[in-house]
């Protein structure tokens, strides 16, 4: 590709992203609701409906001055946030279809749909607390189909998908749901269908770091105290997005520190 072609898919791809950040706003805000994902979007405060041009990524945002345009009142700074980290991180998906071709496509097409479905279970369980079925049980059916479409070992995958479910049932059961949700099993079985064996342990092992060190940020800054509850599938998604994207560099230079 040209610098020109590169250029040109590289705004595309960001373009997607935002459209996408979009719409998976609107799954985030109305699927813990229970509400239909169809019909306008209206303003939460007064319920004013959102005509097309108050409705642009980041833009209208940008443009309302984060306020809505009848009642004035503050649109949440996590409409805009949600639509740059869809297509920033769309774009760090792609890389490999900007610098190898579209050989690539098929990778990066489930890179693509599976940081979106992870991206809508990490903004749920940040603010409401729950990892929803309706989103894990069918995306772990689809990330297993894909991967075997991709020509992935099953056996891996396999392997994964216990150690995901597994690990969560076990803590489940031992705390009797006292330290994990339920939700976190199906999403540990979605995670590992996605990431196999040994992707699925760089996904804990980081979802464990970034956790602790948020957990213990929040603590410094007084916004959480000794015993508050953190949302683990924020934290899982997060992993799991990360490990989609570098967990084979990362297992790469794990094996390298240890020298095998
Ligand atoms: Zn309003």
Redesign the pocket.
Known sequence: MTVATQTLAGALIALVGLSVGSFLNVLIARLPLGERLTGRSR?P??R?QIVWWQNIPVFSYLFLLGK?A??R?RISWQYPAIEIATASLFLLAAQPLLSRGVDALPVVLRDCVFIAVLLVVFAIDWRHYVILDIVTLPAAGLALAFNLFLGQPWEELLLGGILGAGFFSAQYVISRGRWIGDGDIRLGLLLGLLLGWPGMIVALMLSYFVGAAVGVALLAVGMKRLGSKLPLGTFLAAGGITALLYGEPIIAWYVRQIGW
């Open positions: 303003c405060h007064c004013a809505c009848r009642c009142r």
